[in-house]
Nanobody, 121 residues
Framework: QVQLVESGGGLVQPGGSLRLSCAAS????????TGWFRQAPGKEREGVSC????????YYLDSVKGRFTISRDNAKNTVYLQMNSLKPEDTAVYYC??????????????WGQGTQVTVSS
């Protein structure tokens, strides 16, 4: 059974940092494209970042470039999203997802349950 479990969300002040984790079981993330998505209330889900399965190429939403960093620890079978200089507009539920094909897949194969990130003073 495949499980992706996100953790690390919470309440942080503007300018603060959080590190989200996506721990996998039942799949080896090294062999999957793994992405982070977010959905704010009343808005559509959007892709935030992804790390490819082949060479670890990373991709970022323009609005998070220079602030967020995605990485993968193969030994821990975990993908991380380091989020710095957080802004109120980063507030959302963050989901990780894994796909056998690529970061550009329209439908990822597996999804986590999400973790809430709230940026507020």
């Amino acid at each position: 059974q495949v499980q992706l479990v996100e953790s690390g969300g919470g309440l942080v002040q503007p300018g603060g940092s959080l590190r989200l984790s996506c721990a996998a079981s039942g799949v080896t993330l090294e062999h999957y494209a793994t992405g982070w998505f977010r959905q704010a209330p009343g808005k559509e889900r959007e892709g935030v970042s992804c790390i490819s399965r082949s060479d670890g190429t990373t991709y970022y939403l323009d609005s998070v470039k220079g602030r967020f960093t995605i990485s993968r620890d193969n030994a821990k079978n975990t993908v991380y999203l380091q989020m710095n200089s957080l802004k109120p507009e980063d507030t959302a539920v963050y989901y990780c997802a894994a796909d056998t094909k690529s970061c550009r897949s329209q439908e990822y194969d597996y999804w986590g349950q999400g973790t809430q990130v709230t940026v507020s003073s």
